[in-house]
C-alpha cells in the first residue's frame, strides 16, 4: 500500500507560481511512476505530469509545456509540481498518484488540493 499527501494548493492570481508537493509512504519501493493529475468542476480528470520514480524521465500535457515542472526528491519520497504562469484554467483540485512495477495503470491516490487562480 502507498499512501500519497499532497499539499500546497491554495489561491494566486494569473500569471503567479506555485508549487504542490506529495508525500508518498508505503510500498514506494516497488513504485515505477509518480503523476500529477487534476480535475475541474464539471470536467473530467486530466494528466498533468508524470516522472518515473528512479530514471526522472519526465512528460507533460500540451496545455502545461512550458509552465510547469514535475521533480522528485527520492531521499524524502517526495515529488513536486512547480507551476509557473498560471492561468485561470489552471484551476482544479490536483491529485498526485503512483504508479507501482509490472501495471499499466494508476493505482493509488492522494486526496487532492485545490488550486485557484483568479483572473
Known amino acids: 500500500q502507498v499512501q500519497l499527501v499532497e499539499s500546497g494548493g491554495g489561491l494566486v492570481q494569473a500569471g503567479g507560481s506555485l508549487r504542490v508537493s506529495c508525500v508518498a509512504s508505503?510500498?514506494?519501493?516497488?513504485?515505477?511512476?509518480m503523476g500529477w493529475f487534476r480535475q475541474a468542476p464539471g470536467k473530467e480528470r486530466e494528466f498533468v505530469a508524470a516522472?518515473?520514480?528512479?530514471?526522472?524521465?519526465?512528460s507533460y500535457a500540451d496545455s502545461v509545456k512550458g509552465r510547469f515542472t514535475i521533480s522528485k526528491d527520492n531521499g524524502k519520497n517526495t515529488v513536486y509540481l512547480q507551476m509557473n504562469s498560471l492561468k485561470p484554467e489552471d484551476t482544479a483540485v490536483y491529485y498526485c498518484?503512483?504508479?507501482?512495477?509490472?501495471?499499466?495503470?494508476?493505482?493509488?491516490w492522494g486526496q487532492g488540493t485545490q488550486v485557484t487562480v483568479s483572473s
Open positions: 516522472l518515473t520514480w528512479r530514471g526522472g524521465s519526465t
Open positions: 508505503g510500498g514506494t519501493f516497488f513504485t515505477d511512476r
Open positions: 498518484a503512483a504508479r507501482q512495477m509490472g501495471t499499466s495503470s494508476y493505482d493509488y
